[in-house]
């Protein structure tokens, strides 16, 4: 396979424009690069970036009043303006309440939504659990899942009801009556077989919710066993699984501020804390840049800086292995990206700003929609 043309990006042409890590479907435009949240007042800088009110304001009352993102000086009476349309945009975009599973049926704009949390009446504490029937007007609440499935079992009959008064709207017309003992042979009418038979269809859809329920809780749980592997015992390898990576590629190209970050990885327990990015190449659009980020960490204080080491990047080919494309990068003491960072994440990274053609990573390296990136840093 012919190897697209490549160039190692110095520290001053890589620094991030406004972006940052694509969440639950936060847009880079609407995220504060301060605090990687959505944009909460928004005020857009005379360097023509957007940030948080109060991250802003902090941050030149801080930081002897420069640009967090390109150092340009910034005078906190004059420089900084409101961003009125960024905020009405982002008060229009509507996100159901986190307890609409719980029966919430309201809509809030994402700087909203906190707010209403505190006060949500469906909104349960730790040790609450509301009953699965919440969604129909059960207004219990357990305090356990021991007193939660007791409920369940004595009042079938009331959740029973609740369903049809929800459902069908009527009160008297299908009222539950006590069925014939087990051993007599009543005569029924056709309508009371009917109705026999509808109440049974209706206890089944019930066991059925629950199980879906029972079902769900054990989904998240093995979700978070899963995503509890701690990355301090990577061994300085990042295993990045990019899956539904073409529809990834299309918001890339649709918006060029977005961009994918991976999670995080160590060198060692007691070593430097990384991720990488993509995004599409500001240079051409038929190939994707990827770069790699130092991270700050608990271990920061006593390591070296800058950073000395080689950083080995692999595009994985899940089917061949010997395919794959494999690169190196041995770091710069003199390019701000192996420095020590100064935020979360540093603005600064490196590594290509054309990593490889869309064309050819559709065609020999997506598994299934799924591509594979290996990133290993040594310290050397």
């Given at each position: 396979?012919?190897?697209?043309?490549?160039?190692?990006?110095?520290?001053?042409?890589?620094?991030?424009?406004?972006?940052?890590?694509?969440?639950?479907?936060?847009?880079?435009?609407?995220?504060?690069?301060?605090?990687?949240?959505?944009?909460?007042?928004?005020?857009?800088?005379?360097?023509?970036?957007?940030?948080?009110?109060?991250?802003?304001?902090?941050?030149?009352?801080?930081?002897?009043?420069?640009?967090?993102?390109?150092?340009?000086?910034?005078?906190?009476?004059?420089?900084?303006?409101?961003?009125?349309?960024?905020?009405?945009?982002?008060?229009?975009?509507?996100?159901?309440?986190?307890?609409?599973?719980?029966?919430?049926?309201?809509?809030?704009?994402?700087?909203?939504?906190?707010?209403?949390?505190?006060?949500?009446?469906?909104?349960?504490?730790?040790?609450?659990?509301?009953?699965?029937?919440?969604?129909?007007?059960?207004?219990?609440?357990?305090?356990?899942?021991?007193?939660?499935?007791?409920?369940?079992?004595?009042?079938?009959?009331?959740?029973?009801?609740?369903?049809?008064?929800?459902?069908?709207?009527?009160?008297?017309?299908?009222?539950?009556?006590?069925?014939?003992?087990?051993?007599?042979?009543?005569?029924?009418?056709?309508?009371?077989?009917?109705?026999?038979?509808?109440?049974?269809?209706?206890?089944?859809?019930?066991?059925?919710?629950?199980?879906?329920?029972?079902?769900?809780k054990q989904e998240l749980q093995l979700a978070k066993v899963n995503q509890?592997?701690?990355?301090?015992?990577?061994?300085?390898?990042?295993?990045?699984?990019?899956?539904?990576?073409?529809?990834?590629?299309?918001?890339?190209?649709?918006?060029?501020?977005?961009?994918?970050?991976?999670?995080?990885?160590?060198?060692?327990?007691?070593g430097y804390k990384f991720c990488a990015r993509i995004n599409v190449s500001?240079?051409?659009?038929?190939?994707?840049?990827?770069?790699?980020?130092?991270?700050?960490?608990?271990?920061?204080?006593?390591?070296?800086?800058?950073?000395?080491?080689?950083?080995?990047?692999t595009l994985l080919n899940v089917r061949s292995p010997e395919l794959s494309?494999?690169?190196?990068?041995?770091?710069?003491?003199?390019?701000?990206?192996?420095?020590?960072?100064?935020?979360?994440?540093?603005?600064?990274?490196?590594?290509?700003?054309?990593?490889?053609?869309?064309?050819?990573?559709?065609?020999?390296?997506?598994?299934?929609?799924?591509?594979?990136?290996?990133?290993?840093?040594?310290?050397?």
């Amino acid at each position: 396979m012919s190897k697209p043309v490549k160039r190692e990006v110095s520290a001053e042409e890589n620094c991030l424009q406004g972006g940052a890590r694509v969440d639950d479907g936060l847009e880079a435009r609407y995220e504060c690069p301060i605090c990687y949240c959505w944009l909460n007042e928004p005020i857009l800088t005379k360097c023509g970036h957007r940030f948080c009110r109060k991250c802003i304001t902090d941050w030149l009352n801080e930081k002897k009043s420069s640009c967090p993102l390109d150092n340009e000086p910034l005078d906190i009476k004059s420089d900084i303006f409101p961003d009125n349309c960024t905020r009405r945009e982002i008060s229009q975009i509507k996100k159901p309440c986190p307890n609409s599973i719980r029966g919430c049926a309201d809509q809030f704009s994402p700087t909203e939504i906190d707010t209403h949390l505190h006060q949500c009446p469906f909104a349960m504490s730790r040790q609450s659990q509301p009953c699965p029937f919440a969604r129909v007007k059960c207004a219990f609440v357990a305090q356990d899942d021991a007193t939660l499935n007791a409920h369940i079992t004595s009042d079938c009959q009331k959740h029973l009801q609740l369903l049809l008064d929800t459902y069908t709207g009527c009160h008297e017309r299908y009222k539950f009556w006590d069925p014939p003992a087990k051993n007599s042979v009543p005569e029924m009418s056709t309508n009371d077989l009917v109705r026999s038979m509808y109440e049974r269809i209706v206890i089944l859809e019930q066991e059925v919710h629950i199980l879906g329920i029972k079902l769900s809780k054990q989904e998240l749980q093995l979700a978070k066993v899963n995503q509890s592997v701690d990355p301090r015992y990577s061994g300085g390898v990042l295993l990045w699984k990019l899956d539904d990576f073409s529809n990834k590629m299309d918001s890339m190209l649709t918006n060029s501020n977005c961009m994918f970050y991976s999670g995080e990885a160590y060198t060692s327990p007691h070593g430097y804390k990384f991720c990488a990015r993509i995004n599409v190449s500001p240079r051409t659009k038929d190939s994707i840049g990827l770069h790699v980020h130092l991270m700050q960490s608990e271990n920061d204080y006593h390591l070296e800086w800058p950073f000395k080491g080689r950083i080995k990047i692999t595009l994985l080919n899940v089917r061949s292995p010997e395919l794959s494309q494999h690169d190196t990068i041995m770091s710069k003491p003199e390019i701000l990206a192996f420095h020590r960072p100064n935020q979360e994440i540093s603005p600064r990274g490196f590594g290509f700003l054309e990593f490889a053609k869309i064309k050819d990573i559709l065609a020999k390296f997506a598994d299934n929609n799924m591509v594979v990136i290996k990133i290993q840093m040594n310290i050397v």
